[in-house]
């Protein structure tokens, strides 16, 4: 018994929270899950080898008291699992996550590319690449501070990714309102002021300037432009824009005044 652990015997109970029963592996009667314990684990280990990322927690309280990731059960007890709670402020200090993120930013794999678009969109920086390999988007998110949006739940287990979603929408659409819901993200959003392609900001630009690179219709009809300093793309508020932003707007996302379509 030379580290302590190898007398280690014994069981605890876990009791998750409703929203977490979903990721379990082994669909239980109850939300209450035993384990047996017989070396020195972490309870993120364990709560994640019943199949709940940590992203997904909210808190973990022993006796009352909360406890962070690193925490050792060292004996008999009941340890409860709550989901992370919308609104989730990524940028206020928790238990479980003492270094909170400056603000918010994503990066979102490749199985939910559409709401990256979305995102982009409504002007949040989001970085995404369908080349990406799990490990790349885990090292970005960890050095670019960047929550992870994706419905791998591998991903989301992966220590580097301090914050992350599994979404559970299926249309691009409802998944841009879950995330808009689940943090919060209050708008008023503005449409297309980001490269849909670079992700950075667009900087308005003279028509003069771009005539030449307009067609006719688009010379005729519109007056206010857009470039992109990275790719040189060109936007103008069309008649894409009224669709997208009454969309938008249908589904309860907030969009600045200014962004509104003429007729809703
Ligand atoms: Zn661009």
């Not at 998944?175 to 943090?183: A, C, D, P, R, S």
């Amino acid at each position: 018994m030379k580290d302590g652990s190898a007398d280690m015997h014994f069981k605890i109970k876990l009791v998750f929270s409703d929203e977490l029963v979903c990721f379990l592996q082994k669909k239980p009667k109850s939300n209450e899950v035993f384990c047996k314990i017989d070396r020195k684990r972490s309870i993120k280990d364990i709560i994640e080898s019943k199949g709940v990322p940590h992203t997904e927690t909210g808190r973990i309280i022993v006796n009352g008291k909360d406890v962070d990731f690193h925490y050792i059960p060292e004996g008999p007890q009941t340890i409860g699992v709550v989901h992370a709670i919308p609104p989730f402020d990524v940028t206020a200090p928790t238990v479980l996550r003492p270094s909170p993120f400056p603000e918010i930013r994503f990066i979102v794999d490749v199985n939910v590319g559409k709401l990256a678009q979305l995102l982009r969109i409504i002007g949040i920086n989001t970085l995404y690449s369908n080349s990406y390999s799990d490990r790349e988007v885990a090292d970005l998110a960890e050095t670019d501070k960047r929550i992870v949006l994706t419905k791998d739940r591998g991903l989301l287990k992966r220590t580097k990714v301090v914050f992350g979603r599994h979404i559970r929408s299926i249309n691009p659409y409802d998944q841009l309102t879950e995330v808009i819901g689940f943090y919060g993200l209050k708008g008023p959003f503005t449409l297309f002021a980001i490269c849909l392609q670079c992700n950075v900001p667009l900087c308005h630009v003279e028509k003069q300037q771009i005539l030449h690179r307009l067609r006719p219709k688009t010379k005729k009809y519109y007056s206010l432009f857009f470039s992109c300093p990275k790719c040189e793309k060109i936007y103008w508020k069309g008649t894409h824009h009224d669709h997208i932003a009454k969309r938008l707007i249908s589904l309860g996302v907030n969009m600045a005044e200014a962004q509104r379509p003429f007729f809703t």
